[in-house]
C-alpha cells in the first residue's frame, strides 16, 4: 500500500476497516472530474441495458430462494447484513407502533428489502416503496410487486398513495447529477426520518466527483459518483434534522487514488420538532 495512502487512513480509520480496504478489489474510483457532463462523457451510465438484466436475474434468484441475497447484480449465498441500517430500520418502526412505511430512494428491484426481510416479517405491517429509474420500475412491478413491495417512478405519487413515514438512500445519492436538489425536495416532503447507507464520504469542505468502474465480471459499466464532504452533507440538513447515529457502511475505506481516500458511511436523522 501506498506510504501516504496508509498514513492517512490510519488516522481516519478504526482497525476493522483498516483489514477492510487491504483485501477489497475490484470497484475502483478515478479522476477529479469540475462537471457531471464531464465524467458522463467518460462513462458508461446506468441506463445499461446490460445492468437491468443482470440485476433482475440476480434478484430472481434471491425471491426464488436459489440465493440469499443480491447486491449490485451479485448473487451471495449467505446474507451480508448492514446491522447498523437494520437497527435503523427497527428503531424508526418503535416510533411507530412497529408500522414501518419506508420509501426506498433507487432501491433497484428490492435490495434492501430482501436484505432485511427476515426481520421485517416480524414487525406488524411493513410498506415498502421503491422509487427507481423507469425500466426498474417497469421490471419491479412485473416480477417483484406485492402488497407489501410497491414501485413507483417519481418520490411524489408515492407519498401521495403510500404517505411514508421515512425516507432511505442506501448506496444512491452519489450516483444522482444533481443530489442537494434531491435533497431540497426531501426536506420539502417533510419525511419525520432519513436513513443513508453506502454512501461515500470525505474530509474537508468540498465535494468531490469521479468515475466508478465495475469490475467487467459483474457487468462492464462505469458511472460518475461522488464523494461528499461530510461537513457540507451535514450542513445542508442541520437545519431540518438533527443526527441520530452515525456508522461505519460496509464498503469501509475506499481508495481514490493518489493516497487520497473515501469512507463509506450511513447515518440516521430525524426531524427536528417545530413546536
Known sequence: MHKRTKTIIEAWAPPALLQLVRRRTGTR?????????????????????????????????VKRGVAQYERDAVTFDRIQYSWPLLSGLMWVAAQREGNLNILDFGGSLGST??????????????????VEQPHFVDEGKKHFENETLMFYK??????????PHCILFSGVLQYLENPYALLERVKAL?????????????????????IQRVPPTIYPASYPCWFFSRQKFLSNLH???????????????????RGRVGIDKGFIFGRRSRS
Not at 417519481?154 to 404517505?163: A, G, K, Y
Not at 417533510?190 to 474537508?204: A, E, M, N, Q, W
Not at 437545519?239 to 469501509?252: K, R, S
Open 29 to 61: 474510483w478515478y479522476g477529479n472530474y469540475s462537471t457531471w457532463q464531464e465524467a458522463a462523457k467518460a462513462s458508461s451510465g446506468y441506463q445499461s441495458k446490460e445492468v437491468i438484466r443482470r440485476v433482475k436475474e440476480a434478484t430472481l434468484k
Open 113 to 130: 428489502y430482501f436484505q432485511n426481510r427476515k426481520f421485517l416479517l416480524a414487525l406488524p405491517r411493513v410498506s415498502w416503496s421503491i
Open 154 to 163: 417519481d418520490m411524489e405519487s408515492c407519498v401521495r398513495q403510500r404517505s
Open 190 to 210: 417533510s419525511f419525520p426520518f432519513i436513513l443513508i447507507d453506502r454512501t461515500g464520504f470525505i474530509g474537508g469542505g468540498k465535494d468531490r466527483l469521479t
Open 239 to 257: 437545519e431540518e434534522y438533527h443526527l441520530i447515529a452515525e456508522f461505519d457502511a460496509l464498503a469501509g475505506v475506499m481508495s481514490l487514488g
